[in-house]
Every structure is written in C-alpha cells, then in structure tokens.
C-alpha cells in the first residue's frame, strides 16, 4: 500500500481536523511525525511539518474534499471584501508577524527555543495576499 502526501501542517489541530472530515469520507489517512511536533512544536521547521497522508487511489478524492475546504466563502457581517482587490474569498485566522515587533520577538523565541510568542490573526485575502485585521 501507498500513501501519498495530502498536505503539510504546523498544528496538530488543524491537522486533526481535516484527517477527521477525511475519515468521515471514509477515506483510510494518518499523520506522520505527530507526535514528536507535538512534544516540542519548534521541531515542526526541522521535520518539515506534520503531513497528512492518504493512500494513492483515494488521493484525487481526498484532495477534491481538500479544496472544497479551501475554497470555502466565509461570510462576515462587515463583508466589504479585500480592500486591495475586492476579492471576498479570505484565509482566516492566518498567523502574521509581518511588523518590526513580530520579526524581533520570533528571533527571541528561536534564541531561547521556545513557542513563539506574538503573532496576530489576519483574514488574508487568497487573492493578492493583503491582511487585515480581524476585530
């Protein structure tokens, strides 16, 4: 039997969570390198991420449900669309460290080997790539 990579994650969670809307399919996956991102998050940059892995003949299903998720409009009451290039489809709840604070304590957090400790929720448009902040 032979797996194939679905997609790659920073968070157990969210790994989680589509392995279960996967499972729910019926379609047969498993995490690689789980557990140890789960020991010491910073390990996820040195083992490439947790990966979500399904067996070859249910990737091309797996990956259609994939982008359904992916592709999903969220609506918001303040719907305006990206005030860049009016496009309304949004990552949510994108971690950001795009300002001088965020880029200066992720180097503390890697000095010290600890989880990074600032980084704000975006909704980033899927678009052009322009954030805004979630209030």
Not at 22 to 51: H, R, V, W
């Amino acid at each position: 039997m032979k797996f194939k990579t679905l997609k790659i994650f920073d968070s157990y969670v969210e790994a989680h969570l589509l392995k279960t809307k996967l499972e729910s399919k019926m379609i047969y996956c498993f995490l690689q390198d789980e557990n140890s991102i789960a020991t010491n998050p910073l390990y996820s940059y040195a083992l490439g991420g947790i990966k979500l892995k399904v067996k070859e003949e249910d990737f091309k299903e797996a990956l259609t449900i994939l982008e359904e998720i992916e592709n999903y409009s969220y609506h918001f009451e303040d719907k305006l669309g990206c005030e860049n290039c009016g496009s309304s489809l949004f990552y949510t709840n994108y971690k950001s460290i795009k300002n001088l604070k965020g880029i200066f304590l992720m180097l503390i957090s890697f000095l010290f080997q600890t989880y990074p400790i600032y980084y704000k929720n975006v909704r980033k448009c899927k678009a052009c790539g322009w954030e805004t902040e979630i209030k």
